[in-house]
């Protein structure tokens, strides 16, 4: 409502309309959590720099440390703007976001910052995804997967794999693949395995394949080990590559080839464990 100045989201708004119902208690909540936070900061006197959009870009190359404040989709966001520097997730409204990476909520905040600060809190160091197209690298950053396919969703999608000595043509309806960090989310919709948190290996899960009779593929499941990579080689006019959700899209065009590896820029994340989730 602030930023976009939505007129039907307001009529939505004043008629309570479902679709809009939760927005102000969670918009309530989530303000509750930065004032808290806020407050916290100010108590240990610390200098802060505030970034108000999830996506937007900043530097935090001389930060100590670096809060996410809202829900999975905040942290995502703000990682791909971090290298060496910890993060602490923070989910603002736990009733209405999900916060697997977020370990904070406004009850324990104070208590995490001081250990986080004092050296004290515990952590997981991520696994990230190199992902490149032609040569070029597009991301060193990726935490939680990428979607490749048709930039229409009902049309098919269409691209050569290659992984080792196996290379393979494919008909889907595109593929997701990502570092363990994602395998709670599409990529265990999708059909695939959760992962122990630290592990350093990427997953292939390829959507709704095409297989006609009698034909059976290798590259529709796969662990890629530390080190190794998978390349696709796009058969599309109009295809498309999503890294961490919608906001980072990258087009991929007839004969582009994209690179799929493990990055060498981790992600050390506090308040979690390394084991598997559930």
């Keep these: 409502m602030e930023e976009e100045h939505d007129p039907r989201a307001k009529e939505l708004l004043r008629r309570k309309d479902p679709s809009v119902r939760s927005w102000l208690d969670s918009h309530q909540e989530h303000q509750k959590t930065v004032d808290t936070i806020a407050s916290a900061l100010d108590r240990i006197g610390a200098q802060v720099h505030w970034v108000p959009r999830a996506h937007a870009s900043f530097d935090a190359s001389d930060a100590d440390l670096v809060i996410a404040v809202g829900g999975d989709g905040t942290l995502l966001a703000a990682s791909h703007s971090v290298d060496e520097q910890p993060v602490l997730g923070v989910n603002s409204a736990p009733r209405y976001s999900v916060g697997f990476f977020c370990a904070a909520r406004r009850q324990n905040f104070t208590k995490l910052l001081d250990d986080a600060l004092s050296g004290k809190s ?31 969703p009902a049309a098919t999608s269409r ?46 899960v390829v959507r709704e394949p095409y297989a006609p009779a009698g034909q059976r593929f290798r590259l529709l499941k796969v662990l890629i080990e530390p080190g190794k990579q998978l390349t696709l080689r796009s058969k599309m006019d109009k295809a498309m590559l999503w890294l961490d959700g919608p906001s980072l899209e990258v087009p991929v065009g007839l004969g582009d080839e994209v690179a799929f590896g493990m990055s060498e820029k981790p992600l050390r994340l506090l308040g979690l464990t390394s084991r598997t989730p559930r």
């Design 122 to 152: 515990r952590g997981v160091t991520l696994t990230r995804m190199k992902v490149s197209l032609n040569g070029r690298v597009r991301s060193e950053r990726v935490l939680n997967d990428a979607l490749c396919a048709h930039s229409s």
């Design 159 to 204: 691209y050569i794999l290659e992984y080792g000595k196996i290379k393979e043509e494919h008909r889907s309806s595109g593929l997701w693949i990502g570092p363990a960090a994602g395998s709670t989310a599409a990529l265990k919709s999708a059909g695939g395995r959760v992962l122990p948190l630290a592990s350093q290996r990427l997953q292939l």
